[in-house]
């Protein structure tokens, strides 16, 4: 791919980079409520009892996380389409890669909320299940809580992706500061090797954890400059294959 001399569009789709910025935020606070204030709040490792006695008497908190999540998604798939209309001027068959990853990303933590409504009704003794004896109980609830966070982390190994490809077309473009873009591709890194540690080397996975906040600065960065910078008028720098 050659980089072309950057050119001005006046046309440039300005309120779709203030669109994203709010939805980003959005996308940020419902994924910090429901996987630290709800679900971190509720969950105790090794310990199913306590678990369910949160739950249960939390059940209203619990399906706010489900809610919460819900809201982040439905935020997710609308910015793949935001930011696939504002990098396709920059490099159109990455930008579409970069919005199938992204939407797989959605696709598969939309199916992951299932395991979440199967605990709530499985405690609810909605599901037909009220007969099993506590161990069973027990197992099945924490089953589907690890179900729940491997399935996380499955897709944020698209959400990786996604966001390595997003920071090459930040750098390739007039439009964004390159260290933006940067920052956003390393945050796709820390997603992707906390993906695989995650699967791969579960007893190392605790001390990863703390990496984890190098892609929330980057992309409340990334949200906030969205926001701010969407009514200023920009060029547009192209990339041509």
Avoid at 71 to 95: C, E, G, H, T, W
Avoid at 125 to 134: L, N, P, R, T, V
Avoid at 209 to 229: D, N, R, S
Wanted: hydrophobic letters at 55%; charged letters at 10%.
């Amino acid at each position: 791919m050659e980089q072309a001399t950057p050119t001005q569009n006046t046309d440039f789709p300005l309120v779709y980079m203030k669109l994203a910025g709010i939805l980003y935020l959005i996308i940020i606070v419902a994924g910090i409520y429901s996987e630290v204030f709800v679900r971190s709040s509720l969950y105790v490792v090794d310990n199913p009892a306590v678990t369910i006695s949160n739950i249960l008497t939390s059940m209203q908190l619990f399906r706010s996380g489900i809610f919460a999540d819900s809201l982040m998604l439905l935020s997710d798939v609308a910015i793949a389409v935001l930011f696939y209309q504002i990098f396709k001027v920059v490099n159109k068959p990455l930008a579409q890669i970069a919005a199938a990853f992204r939407l797989t990303q959605a696709a598969i933590l939309g199916l992951n909320l299932l395991f979440l409504v199967a605990v709530m009704l499985l405690l609810e003794g909605q599901a037909g299940y009220s007969h099993w004896e506590k161990e069973t109980l027990n197992m099945i609830t924490m089953l589907l809580f690890t179900m729940h966070s491997y399935g996380y982390d499955l897709g944020l190994l698209f959400f990786a992706i996604s966001n390595i490809i997003l920071g090459y077309l930040m750098i390739s473009s007039v439009n964004f500061p390159s260290l933006l873009g940067y920052a956003i591709q390393l945050a796709g890194v820390v997603y992707l090797l906390g993906g695989y540690v995650r699967m791969l080397l579960p007893e190392v996975y605790p001390y990863f954890e703390a990496y984890y906040l190098i892609p929330f600065i980057a992309e409340l960065g990334f949200a906030l400059w969205l926001i701010v910078k969407g009514n200023t008028q920009m060029g547009t720098g192209e990339i041509n294959d």
